[in-house]
T-cell receptor, first 117, second 114 residues
Framework: AQKITQTQPGMFVQEKEAVTLDCTYDTSDPSYGLFWYKQPSSGEMIFLIYQGSYDQQNATEGRYSLNFQKARKSANLVISASQLGDSAMYFCAMREGKFFGNEKLTFGTGTRLTIIP | DSGVTQTPKHLITATGQRVTLRCSPRSGDLSVYWYQQSLDQGLQFLIHYYNGEERAKGNILERFSAQQFPDLHSELNLSSLELGDSALYFC?????????????FGEGSRLTVL
């Protein structure tokens, strides 16, 4: 079974609108972390946001927020007021188990987001 | 700038050849991870080193090997190259001091096998 599922291969969104990128995960470990990365056309992987499995509140980082629904095993990324520079590939990733010495991430297949002027 | 340095950025070689990719992690990070990103396989974990010791192996082929040196830089060796080895190879180090454990990625080494 896929550990990380991103069901949206591509999305087109009008500039300044909010966008939600879907991510569901599968793990039986009670301790895990969820991450979102952005990969622009230049290729580098940029860390956006992190949510721990025991965190009570949804994570936020500037225009990025993570809609964490633990019971549904979903960790959707919300980008508010989208900008042209947000056009990129977005990857959801998960780390299972306790943190120290085990930072290996498993990635989803990604969603290509295109912002339309 | 993530602080992780990878060289070379681009590499073109022929089938059957051998190449070495180099990675310097962020200052203070003891862990180095190698990932392969190809069009058909996505981002695949290859191997993890911590302070010179191999910690975990993923989908790494026997033709591939890696090591981490005492100065913490790491090298990924790819031998008997095949067309299917063409990919973007990432090195990442972990932010242990931040508690969340996110990986900081280098800009990648793009390998083209002709």
């Amino acid at each position: 079974a896929q550990k990380i599922t991103q069901t949206q291969p591509g999305m087109f969104v009008q500039e300044k609108e909010a966008v939600t990128l879907d991510c569901t995960y599968d793990t039986s470990d009670p301790s895990y972390g969820l991450f979102w990365y952005k990969q622009p056309s230049s290729g580098e992987m940029i860390f956006l946001i992190y949510q721990g499995s025991y965190d009570q509140q949804n994570a936020t980082e500037g225009r990025y927020s993570l809609n964490f629904q633990k019971a549904r095993k979903s960790a959707n990324l919300v980008i508010s007021a989208s900008q042209l520079g947000d056009s990129a590939m977005y990857f959801c990733a998960m780390r299972e188990g306790k943190f120290f010495g085990n930072e290996k991430l498993t990635f989803g297949t990604g969603t290509r987001l295109t912002i339309i002027p | 700038d993530s602080g992780v340095t990878q060289t070379p950025k681009h590499l073109i070689t022929a089938t059957g050849q051998r190449v070495t990719l180099r990675c310097s992690p962020r200052s203070g990070d003891l862990s180095v991870y190698w990932y392969q990103q190809s069009l058909d396989q996505g981002l695949q974990f290859l191997i993890h080193y911590y302070n010179g010791e191999e910690r975990a192996k993923g989908n790494i082929l026997e033709r591939f090997s890696a090591q981490q040196f005492p100065d913490l830089h790491s090298e990924l060796n790819l031998s008997s190259l095949e067309l299917g080895d063409s990919a973007l190879y990432f090195c990442a180090s972990s932010a242990r001091d931040r508690g969340s454990g996110e990986l900081f990625f280098g800009e990648g080494s793009r390998l083209t096998v002709l």
